[in-house]
């Protein structure tokens, strides 16, 4: 039984709602202001304690008011917000790594939690944030960071934790998801696709981010800190994003029984870790390859679980605010515990993290798409099957269009076994210096994830 005085404390501070500002009430921001206060007394159930958002900064103050009802202070300047001494705990909603930054690293050193799902943020400066959080003793909780609604944080960083992780592949960006579905299904072109995610509050204010790959590749740096135990380390990750992708590659993937999905993989390896983002087959078969629209899904595999396979909305202002005010409750239940028996930031301690190298993409091992356009004449396929063998690359599928009436060139499409990147770049240089080879050579990574 406790003592009579914890009881106190603890009697004391059931009473005393929690005390949060947030910082940028746009989509997510307004998302979680209006779930909070939709379902504020099954939260504090929940919490066993009432978390009320009593300041909120934004640049457009007229909106702000409007969204929040007169329920709290509104501020144009965010500083106010971190500076205030009753607020226990800053949800950063504004999104980039400039002011945010500033404010996040201002919120630490003025001893507030931060919750925050601004993975731009943590996969470029996480290792700066949270060792002065560390050093604060206060923390810093980012669910909404990666996959939207879907608890995947909470999942590796808890669920999984006796697992060696082994891999995880994951559709971690609702935007490109959506356009992928949009274009297959409806046959709506790229721009339109976009726009319509925009439109649903799915894009990154610059959506250059989502659809270059480069959002993916946050949440995937993020996700492979926590897997792995190793620093958050974006700038060595590899990023391709859809703008190259072409109808005719999604139709021939499609017949070939596969499905091309923007995935973010990364993988323990012998030699070191993967970390990458690229459009990539996966057979048609498998779950994940039927996630549509702008929901997100990441598999995982454990050494002792297997795979498992999350899935939920990625995107928009409900399913993030579910993840927002998830770190909230998770805040306001440790906020009085001994900073040492807190879940670590990225899972594993900090003094137990370990700088495994993340491998280039040269050496990265996987199964390959290679479309040509070639002249329908004799001997083509044999120089190219030839060059795929001298550099030992395997053929697993091939597929040969008839050329079009009246065509004197034709496709030819092949799925190769799993080898690694650099034989496949040395085979696509002498297959285009083939006088039969007319242009470049697509190449689209496939993964069984079996
Ligand atoms: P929005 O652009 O909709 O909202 C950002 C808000 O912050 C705007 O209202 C903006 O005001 C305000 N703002 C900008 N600068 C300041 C400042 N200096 N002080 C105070 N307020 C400021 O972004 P989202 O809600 O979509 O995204 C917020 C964060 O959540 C980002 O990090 C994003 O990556 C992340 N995220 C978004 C998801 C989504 O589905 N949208 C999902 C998961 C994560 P104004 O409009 O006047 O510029
Ligand atoms: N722009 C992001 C996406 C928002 O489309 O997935 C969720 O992180």
Redesign the pocket.
Known sequence: MAPASAHAFRNDKMMKPIKVGL???????AGTFEVLRRNQEEIRRRAGRGIEIVMV????VE?ARELTHGQCEVV?D?NLVVDHPDIDIVIE????YG??KTLVMKAIANGKHVV??????LALHGNELFKAAQDRGVMIAFE??VA?GIPIIKALREGLTANRIQWIAGIIN?TTNFILSEMRDKGIDFDTALKDAQRL??A??DPTFDIEGI?AAHKATIMAAIAFGIPVQFERAYVEGITQLQATDLRYAEQLGYRIKLLGITRRTPKGIELRVHPTLIPSSRLIANVEGAMNAVLVQGDAVGATLYYGKG???EP?ASAVIADLVDITRLATADPEHRVPHLAFQPDAMIDTPILPMSEVTTGYYLRMHVADKLGVLADVTRILADSTISIDAMLQKEPAEGEQQTDIIMLTHQTQEKNVDAAIARIEALPTVVGKVTRIRLEELS
């Not at 900064?57 to 457009?60: H, S, T, V, W, Y």
């Not at 909603?93 to 980039?96: E, M």
């Open positions: 910082l940028g009430i746009g989509t997510v921001g900064a934004d640049l457009n909106r144009a965010a909603l504004i999104g980039g002011i945010a925050t799902a601004n993975k731009a943020l909404a960071a939207g609702g509050g799915y990154e204010a959002d995107a928009g202002a993030t």
